[in-house]
């Protein structure tokens, strides 16, 4: 079974600090990807990866950044966390094959930013 | 711009009905229509669809994808309070990117 690990599920921080969510799969997977879940609004994606340190802008980047230095890693950073970055965020990964577009989610972060 | 739409947003029926949920869409480059169930953790993939008129099943659940009016379906018959859950459709538009709807709420009572 492919496993999606997202570090913490449940977050708390306060305006203005450095947040930092790590992802993890074991499938060995080309593709990770970042997504944010707003109630009405689905889940809208906020950056993706090919390979390690590729990165490539999802439809909602601003204020995100991320790093891929190792295949199996994939984090989301909040340089300065703010109060409509409050949110549940999702990793997702997927292989680079004829099923590269079956994405695998992690159990996701609820992030409250204070 | 790429839009999944789905509906309703919210349902709730009693154990044995049948629930049908929609999903529309409109995309450049359609390759795949994907429909997953989230429950209070990850979002667990259940179809993929790429070619019209062609019912993917798997137990109670099955879907159904029609590329000319650019929709889908998904049922569940016979539904079971474990099929509670927001279920969400999404749609391969370009490489390797999910556009997705914001989701059916389906609550099911005993």
């Known amino acids: 079974d492919v496993k999606v690990t997202q570090s913490s599920r449940y977050l708390v921080k306060r305006t203005g600090e450095k947040v930092f969510l790590e992802c993890v799969q074991d499938m060995d997977h080309e593709n990770m990807f970042w997504y944010r879940q707003d109630p009405g609004l689905g889940l809208r994606l906020i950056y993706f990866s090919y390979d390690v340190k590729m990165k490539e802008k999802g439809d909602i980047p601003e204020g995100y950044s991320v790093s891929r230095e190792k295949k199996e890693r994939f984090s989301l950073i909040l340089e300065s966390a703010s109060t409509n970055q409050t949110s549940m965020y999702l990793c997702?990964?997927?292989?680079?094959?004829?099923?590269?577009?079956?994405?695998?989610f992690g159990a996701g972060t609820r992030l409250s930013v204070l | 711009e790429d839009k999944v739409v789905q509906s309703p947003l919210s349902l709730v029926v009693h154990e044995g009905d049948t629930v049908t949920l929609n999903c529309s869409y409109e995309v450049t480059n359609f390759r795949s229509l994907l429909w997953y169930k989230q429950e209070k953790k990850a979002p667990t993939f259940l179809f993929m669809l790429t070619s019209s008129g062609i019912e993917k099943k798997s137990g109670r659940l099955s879907s159904i994808l029609d590329k000319k009016e650019l929709f889908s379906i998904l049922n569940i018959t016979a539904t079971q309070t474990g099929d509670s859950a927001v279920y969400l459709c999404?749609?391969?538009?370009?490489?390797?990117?999910?556009?997705f709807g914001a989701g059916t709420i389906l609550r099911v009572k005993s």
């Open positions: 997702a990964s997927s292989p680079d094959d004829f099923q590269r577009n079956i994405q695998y």
């Open positions: 999404a749609v391969e538009a370009y490489g390797n990117k999910l556009v």
